[in-house]
């Protein structure tokens, strides 16, 4: 059973092309975790969202998805970012687009210990602030602001699956929480 929404522009390539590519290509994506700052430019809370998977369980997640072609980064971001989160979320992206890392997942476990069971995928890891009302769409049933002690409460990080509680752990320790 696939619980995933329909994209309405899926970009260059039909669900076959993209099934297809995904088997032979690393695919590119963007990963985004939104968060609240203070006046000092503190993480004060940690937005994550709720899906339900394939198997229709109820999953932690962060803002994901590909880079069409000929769009960039950037573009990626902002596209992604409004898509999950709703129009008025207002997303800060950062003067340069450099992700805090980049996360590569394999269909198989791997060193990285981080696995998509569809792809080989490289995705750009951000930490995006915002500013607006967040009111989640498409696949996202729900956002939940917490603060960054509890984003790396070990309960919550196992609602994580394929490795993201540890690309959680890494983008917190990028903003000095955890170490």
Request: net charge negative; with cysteine.
């Given at each position: 059973?696939?619980?995933?929404?329909?994209?309405?522009?899926?970009?260059?390539?039909?669900?076959?092309?993209?099934?297809?590519?995904?088997?032979h290509?690393?695919?590119?994506?963007?990963?985004?975790?939104?968060?609240?700052?203070?006046?000092?430019?503190?993480?004060?809370?940690?937005?994550?969202?709720?899906?339900?998977n394939?198997?229709?369980?109820?999953?932690?997640?962060?803002?994901?998805?590909?880079?069409?072609?000929?769009e960039?980064?950037?573009?990626?971001?902002?596209?992604?970012?409004?898509?999950?989160?709703?129009?008025?979320?207002?997303?800060?992206?950062?003067?340069?687009?450099?992700?805090?890392?980049?996360?590569?997942?394999?269909?198989?476990?791997?060193?990285?210990?981080?696995?998509?069971?569809?792809?080989?995928?490289?995705?750009?890891?951000?930490?995006?602030?915002?500013?607006?009302?967040?009111?989640?769409?498409?696949?996202?049933?729900?956002?939940?602001?917490?603060?960054?002690?509890?984003?790396?409460?070990?309960?919550?990080?196992?609602?994580?699956?394929?490795?993201?509680?540890?690309?959680?752990?890494?983008?917190?320790?990028?903003?000095c929480?955890g170490?």
């Amino acid at each position: 059973m696939n619980v995933r929404t329909p994209d309405p522009t899926p970009g260059w390539l039909s669900e076959e092309d993209l099934a297809q590519a995904r088997s032979h290509l690393p695919m590119v994506y963007v990963e985004a975790i939104p968060v609240r700052l203070d006046g000092l430019g503190y993480v004060t809370e940690v937005g994550l969202l709720l899906q339900a998977n394939d198997q229709a369980e109820m999953i932690r997640t962060f803002v994901s998805g590909r880079v069409m072609y000929r769009e960039t980064v950037r573009a990626a971001l902002i596209r992604h970012l409004e898509k999950d989160l709703g129009p008025f979320a207002m997303p800060q992206l950062p003067a340069s687009p450099v992700p805090f890392t980049i996360a590569e997942y394999f269909p198989a476990p791997s060193e990285t210990e981080l696995t998509d069971d569809r792809q080989h995928a490289v995705a750009l890891a951000y930490i995006i602030p915002v500013t607006g009302e967040c009111n989640p769409r498409q696949d996202a049933l729900e956002l939940t602001w917490v603060s960054p002690q509890e984003a790396l409460s070990p309960g919550l990080l196992n609602e994580f699956t394929g490795g993201r509680g540890n690309l959680l752990r890494q983008a917190m320790a990028h903003v000095c929480w955890g170490r």
